[in-house]
């Protein structure tokens, strides 16, 4: 089992900044990778950014340039950097570890979840 902390979620002005923390604990042995979704009001979860253990990373095309992704061993955390933050980033950021590949839609899904950390985006 692993468990997942998420923190840092808050109000931000359009164009400001947040970080996200996750803090891993359990079975951190068994985490292959790490990534954050997101899901705002009427939409569906959406994949914002991943980090493999490898240290790989990849972004969704609407954040890239502004969130960067990033992990500390020693701690076991990663973090969600987001900058030049916009209204429509307004969601419930989710922390997410273990990542497999789902053989049915050839899309990663993660096997444990956080629970959740709101960030609004507004002036």
């Known amino acids: 089992q692993v468990q997942l902390v998420e923190s840092g979620g808050g109000l931000v002005q359009p164009g400001g900044s947040l970080r996200l923390s996750c803090a891993a604990s359990g079975s951190i042995f068994s985490i292959n990778a790490m990534g954050w979704y997101r899901q705002a009001p009427g939409n569906e979860r959406e994949l914002v950014a991943a980090i493999t253990s490898g240290g790989s990373t990849n972004y969704a095309d609407s954040v890239k340039g502004r969130f960067t992704i990033s992990r500390d061993n020693a701690k076991n955390t990663v973090y969600l950097q987001m900058n030049s933050l916009k209204p429509e980033d307004t969601a419930v950021y989710y922390c997410?570890?273990?990542?497999?590949?789902?053989?049915?839609?050839?899309?990663?899904?993660?096997?444990?979840w956080g629970q959740g950390t709101q960030v609004t985006v507004s002036s």
């Open positions: 997410a570890a273990r990542r497999y590949l789902d053989i049915a839609t050839m899309e990663w899904q993660y096997d444990y």
